[in-house]
């Protein structure tokens, strides 16, 4: 125990003393936490939008009052014909277009009704549908006002609810997707150049030639990066709950326990990846490419993993990170207790013994 304590000691020394290893520790999750929670976040909100008013009434200028008071559009200055509105669109400077007929006001109260013509930017198919349902909803709303007591012979009211999210925080979305990226990039990438690193500056003769036990090489690089890593996890809930307004509505301890296995995990498909190189660029280059993307476009936090080809689900399920990503959405923003995830923990658990045994028996106790 004495020598695994000071070989562990040492990984610490050359942790702190490396700078770009702490900037690629604790810069790059606050940038990925900062930037998915503020910059990509799947809200609509000041969407520039223009108004056509052919009818200059009471009526069509109530609800442009009402849109311009929503959060989600910014009218911009008046347009006096179509080709106008066109030229906007193709600038950039607006989204959608309402346009008014002439005599709008009048045919609100006639029995063919009046009509409002909503033009989107569907260049963004997503975001259009969602402009044009936002737009839709204010105009209803207004025509509710305006006969509150006129109702047909049946009506159909749908009562809506967000459930895990009343508030329509989009953070949500990201934030346990986000955790799950930054431990699989931070901790994969760090360990995977941990061992190769021994090779390159000519020490592991020395690892090989003393007393030390494979094993304890293994787990000395790696216990200061689950410490590290954990430190990370309590800054990124630091900055969850107190910079994006996020609730932690599970179980803590859980959710730690769970972190740190899906730590190890990383852990030893980083020392796994070691082993296998003989390059700190090669190792770099396929944990940091070799699992970004993987994770980013397979584990469900970005596209639904349901809409994708089968080939695609089936490779999604060889990646941890897709069950810690299930975890995580659980307990932190569902409140479920292990009851809910302890298929997701086994197959973690089953992941993490396969990795650290593959890293092991990949071990050269003998250099070429």
Not at 199 to 223: D, N, R, Y
Request: proline share 4%; hydrophobic share 50%; net charge positive.
């Amino acid at each position: 125990m004495k020598q695994l304590l000071v070989f562990i000691r040492k990984e610490f020394y050359h942790v702190f003393r490396d700078r770009r290893t702490l900037l690629i520790l604790f810069g790059l999750p606050v940038v990925q936490i900062v930037l998915f929670g503020f910059a990509l976040s799947s809200e609509v909100k000041n969407i520039g939008v223009a108004v056509l008013d052919n009818a200059h009434d009471i009526q069509s200028e109530q609800i442009i009052t009402k849109i311009q008071s929503s959060s989600y559009f910014k009218v911009k200055e008046p347009v006096l014909n179509y080709p106008e509105i066109e030229k906007r669109f193709k600038d950039g400077s607006i989204k959608c277009a309402v346009i008014f007929p002439v005599n709008f006001g009048q045919d609100l109260y006639r029995k063919g009704g009046a009509q409002i013509q909503i033009i989107a930017d569907a260049s963004d198919p997503n975001t259009a549908t969602i402009l044009t349902n936002y737009l839709t909803t204010i105009i209803n709303n207004y025509q509710q006002q305006l006969n509150p007591t006129t109702k047909p012979s049946y009506q159909i009211i749908p009562e809506l609810r967000q459930l895990y999210n009343e508030d329509q925080n989009g953070s949500l979305n990201f934030i346990p997707g986000v955790i799950a990226l930054i431990f699989m990039i931070v901790s994969t990438a760090l360990t995977s150049v941990a061992v190769v690193k021994e090779k390159e500056l000519g020490t592991m003769e020395i690892l090989l030639v003393s007393p030390f036990k494979p094993i304890m090489v293994l787990i000395a690089k790696a216990i200061p990066y689950l410490v590290l890593s954990l430190v990370n996890f309590i800054i990124i809930l630091l900055l969850s709950v107190y910079l994006l307004d996020v609730e932690i509505k599970g179980s803590l301890i859980l959710l730690f326990a769970e972190s740190i296995l899906f730590i190890i995990t990383c852990l030893a498909l980083g020392l796994l990846i070691s082993n296998l190189t003989n390059s700190q660029q090669t190792a770099m280059l396929i944990s940091m490419m070799g699992m970004m993307l993987p994770t980013l476009l397979l584990t469900g936090f970005m596209f639904p993993i349901e809409n994708m080809p089968v080939v695609f689900q089936v490779i999604s399920h060889v990646l941890p990170s897709r069950y810690y990503y299930a975890i995580v959405k659980a307990v932190m923003l569902k409140g479920l207790g292990f009851s809910y995830i302890w298929k997701e923990t086994l197959i973690l658990v089953g992941m993490c013994i396969v990795l650290l045994t593959l890293a092991l028996k990949n071990f050269k106790i003998r250099l070429s």
